[in-house]
């Protein structure tokens, strides 16, 4: 049992290993907050913003599909399924938008990272 618990916590960790966390469809002024969190703690120029802004969006979706297939999945074999492609959803945004920043904005942003990375570890302790 406490394997299957470090598997999962483990992937629900590494979801949050960025500031766009996911939220319901319904929090939409959440989703634009973390954006603005974004711009303001990476200091992201214009030409950043354009770039990374239908990246996010294009993850937010995703992501809320993923919530979608979560919420349904009746076995703990398909909640791991649907937790292991949310983790290459994230994956995917982070090394789109990585080669973006600057090695300072990069550093930032990983400092986000774990910072989420806490947070989701203190949520789950919590449950």
Do not use: H
């Not at 959440?30 to 996010?56: F, G, S, V, W, Y």
């Not at 999945?73 to 994230?90: E, G, H, N, T, W």
């Not at 994956?91 to 774990?114: D, I, N």
């Amino acid at each position: 049992m406490q394997y299957r618990y470090s598997i999962v916590a483990s992937l629900a960790m590494s979801l949050g290993c960025v500031m766009l966390q996911p939220v319901v469809a319904a929090d939409a002024p959440a989703a634009q907050m973390n954006i603005d969190e974004l711009r303001a703690r990476l200091a992201l120029t214009p030409e950043q913003q354009a770039k990374i802004a239908p990246l996010a969006e294009e993850r937010r979706t995703q992501m809320e599909a993923i919530r979608t297939r979560l919420a349904s999945a009746s076995s703990r074999r398909d909640k791991l399924a649907v937790m292991q492609d949310a983790k290459a959803i994230q994956e995917e945004f982070t090394g789109k938008v990585e080669p973006l920043l600057t090695p300072t904005q990069q550093a930032e942003w990983k400092k986000m990272r774990e910072e989420t990375r806490a947070q989701m570890k203190e949520r789950l302790r919590n449950r």
